[in-house]
């Protein structure tokens, strides 16, 4: 039997393993050599083995201190690659919106799946952006890779998006803002070529129409109430960044609960099918229309192939309209007798919508403004109410010049105005188009009153009791004061 001395090589031999399991490549290196020299010191002193074997032995005792240190390596490296991964998924939840809620205009469902990439998540993102005019922006964009670039990256597009849309542009110059903003981000970083793609609609619920424009991305997906589904054609454009071609729109009419599907590239997978076979997959998971919107959700998103290559974003909005009764429109002359008659009209339609609690507020609204379209625009005037969770008033006129507010001097006889209408309103702002440009007001409406609660019924049996008469407290008799 061999002395426990022969195998003091193969005990110094775990050293570098248990050190790699704790401590980094430096550290394990380190162990590394002082377990050869601590070798070779006892071989030395001992004199028990041979040359031939105290080389086969310190050889066995380099190959496992280089497997450890190489094992520690690899340990390091997958520490890394996790730390990135949190960063980049704490970057993008810190970047994407906690909840998208729904309104008046659309219920809305999403999901969101990364890939498995060793890089972490990618940069997909969407969006609900509440407009004016009782609008709402469906937003989806996907930026190519993965990591924290992307995430930063997908955050940067996204806030430009929505500072974009509080301007009220419409899908086409706001993408074609972007597309000069990408040009740009790719210009301060030559090292990174930046593909981005965005698909931006404007759903109005009042003409039940939507208004898409898409820079390089996936049309949407249209589920009809009957159940039919079809996927409008859109204007091809290049990704973001690219530039040299204007964006064209395209105009849907929508009836109510039609719901609208928006995905990124990663739902399609290219790269194992056919585009279409993926769209004929999309079409057959969406219907019926009559069902939950998470339910359709999940359909659509078990679709996304499990360690796919890419993110995988869904996002579904079922639109609603707002009734003829809850909209009301005016045309007023450029006359001075204006004011009074567009304020006597909103009077009586808030009356008749039960808002005489609104009437004070919206009528001095709709005389301020219809006074500052006399004064400034040119006619003629229109004024429009509609009543959605919030009480919104637009005045339009052909002017394409919009009013800023400004503090007025102590002494000023005007500028005032917008003053009052900034204090009654909750928001409002100036949307430009074609024709002009229109003034919008939102009140926030008051909080529906809850009925009382019924006050539970009592039985009684027998003759009732009688009530004891109340006892009159005796009057005290004050002296009189005596008058001098």
């Known amino acids: ?58 050889a066995f005792l380099a190959a496992a201190a280089a497997t450890a240190v190489l094992f520690s390596h690899v340990r390091a490296r997958e520490r ?30 999403h999901r969101y799946l990364p890939s498995d990439s060793e890089a972490g998540v990618g940069g997909d993102w969407c969006d609900v952006i509440r407009l004016s005019g009782a609008r709402v922006a469906l937003v989806m964009g996907d930026v190519v890779g993965h990591g924290v670039h992307a995430a930063a990256t997908m955050g940067r597009l996204r806030t430009a998006v929505r500072t974009l849309a509080d301007l009220d542009l419409p899908p086409d110059e706001l993408l074609a803002r972007m597309d000069d903003l990408a040009a740009q981000l790719a210009e301060e970083d030559d090292t990174r070529d930046l593909g981005a793609t965005c698909l931006y609609a404007v ?22 109430p009957d159940g039919t589904v079809g996927f409008p054609h859109l204007a091809e454009h290049p990704p973001l960044g690219i530039g040299g071609t204007p964006f064209v729109t395209t105009t849907l009419d929508l009836s109510e609960d039609t719901v609208v599907a928006l995905f990124t590239d990663g739902l399609l997978d290219l790269r194992h099918s056919e585009a279409d076979t993926a769209l004929s997959a999309i079409a057959t998971a969406l219907p019926p229309a009559s ?30 309209a707002v009734p003829d009764s809850a909209v009301a429109t005016w045309r007023f002359p450029a006359d001075a007798r204006s004011p009074g008659q567009a304020r006597a009209m909103a009077g009586r339609q808030l009356a008749a919508w039960g808002l005489r609690e609104q009437s004070f507020a919206t009528e001095l609204v709709v005389t301020e403004l219809v006074t500052n379209a006399l004064r400034y625009a040119t006619p003629p005037i229109t ?14 006129d052909t002017s394409s010049t919009a009013p800023h507010m400004r503090l007025p001097r102590l002494l000023d006889e005007s500028g005032r105005g917008l ?14 188009s074609a ?31 009688a009530r004891p008469r109340p006892v009159n407290p005796p009057r005290l008799k004050l002296p009189r004061p005596k008058l001098p």
Not at 450 to 455: D, H, L, M, N, V
Request: glycine content about 8%; some cysteine.
């Open 1 to 58: 039997m061999a002395p426990p001395s022969a195998h003091f090589a193969l005990l110094l031999a775990v050293v570098p393993f248990l050190a790699a399991a704790v401590h980094g490549v430096r550290v394990t290196a380190l162990f590394g050599v002082l377990t050869i020299g601590l070798f070779l010191g006892v071989d030395q002193s001992q004199h028990s083995n041979s040359t031939d074997v105290t080389l086969v032995k310190l």
């Open 80 to 109: 890394t690659l996790h730390k990135a991964q949190d960063v980049a998924l704490a970057l993008q939840q810190g970047l994407m919106p906690g909840a998208l809620n729904g309104n008046h205009a659309v219920d809305v469902c």
């Open 203 to 224: 759903y109005d619920p009042v003409s039940r129409t939507c208004t898409l424009a898409s820079a390089g991305h996936p049309p949407p997906a249209v589920l009809h």
């Open 291 to 320: 069902r939950a919107l998470e339910d359709i959700c999940d359909d659509v998103w078990a679709l996304a192939l499990p360690g796919g290559e890419d993110d995988v974003t869904v996002l579904l909005a079922r639109v609603h």
């Open 383 to 396: 004024v429009r109410l509609i009543k959605t969770d919030a009480l919104i008033c637009e005045v339009s």
């Open 419 to 432: 003053h009052i209408v900034g204090g009654l309103a909750r928001r409002w702002g100036t949307r430009h």
């Open 435 to 465: 024709a002009g440009k229109t003034i919008w007001v939102e009140q926030a409406l008051p909080a529906p009153k809850r009925p009382p609660a019924p006050t539970p019924t009592r039985i009684v049996t027998g003759r009732p009791a």
